[in-house]
């Protein structure tokens, strides 16, 4: 089946650099998007989402940017802190004949050193 | 707030036993997941649910069944547990069936098979 999937397992930046963290999808029909951020030992917790109708959204230190024409999606965090530093999953909404359900990537893990 | 409370944060059991996790969201939604989470292969759908009583095929049902006998109630039966699913299982809500909607996630349950 069609699947979504991260470019890079770990990213380790510094404090106070930009992150960017990228995410591949092969689904054209997808039309929702969404960026979770997972710390140790908690759940899944929303950071953003995106609209097929979008390239670009905005949100506190946070931008994801979607590229449908090479099925790509990004999330950049700006002034990276010590406390961003988690398992990041981009998902994609994906339909079946009986509803939506999200669809995860495998997590990129974030790792801010001072 | 939405929450998604799951019973337990830790399981231990043993191989052949019956096991039962469960989840309540107090949001009134009408989508409810089970994910299991394993290094290195994100998060992968077991089941969902629309509406009472009604359930989907995830990605991985396997060895797993699912009861939804209330709206804010879902849960995830192991019918006779074995070693390879010894996991983090995560329990989700959305808003919708159609629309495009984030999930909610509760803490987790690690369930350690022995």
């Known amino acids: 089946g069609e699947s979504v999937g991260l470019h890079l397992p770990t990213l380790s930046v510094q404090e106070g650099d930009n992150s960017i963290i990228n995410c591949a999808y092969s689904n054209s029909a997808s039309d929702y998007f969404i960026w979770y951020k997972q710390e140790s030992g908690k759940g899944p917790q929303f950071i953003i989402d995106i609209r097929s109708n979008m390239d670009k959204r905005q949100g506190q230190r946070v931008t994801v940017l979607l590229n449908k024409t090479v099925k790509h999606l990004s999330l950049q965090i700006a002034a990276t802190q010590p406390g961003d530093s988690a398992v990041y999953f981009c998902?994609?909404?994906?339909?079946?004949?009986?509803?939506?359900?999200?669809?995860f990537g495998k997590g990129t893990s974030l790792l801010v050193t001072p | 707030d939405v929450k998604v409370t799951q019973s337990s944060r830790y399981l231990v059991k043993r191989t052949g036993e019956k096991v039962f996790l469960e989840c309540v969201q107090d949001?009134?939604?009408?989508?409810m997941f089970w994910y299991r989470q394993d290094p290195g292969l994100g998060l992968r759908l077991i089941y969902f649910s629309y509406d009472v009583k009604m359930k989907e095929k995830g990605d991985i049902p396997e060895g797993y069944s699912v009861s939804r006998e209330k709206k804010e109630r879902f849960s995830l039966i192991l019918e006779s547990a074995s070693t390879n699913q010894t996991s983090m299982y995560l329990c989700a809500s959305s808003a919708t069936r159609w629309g495009t909607a984030e999930a909610f996630f509760g803490q987790g349950t690690r369930l350690t098979v022995v």
């Open positions: 998902a994609e909404n994906t339909r079946s004949n009986s509803g939506y359900a999200l669809n």
């Open positions: 949001m009134d939604h009408e989508n």
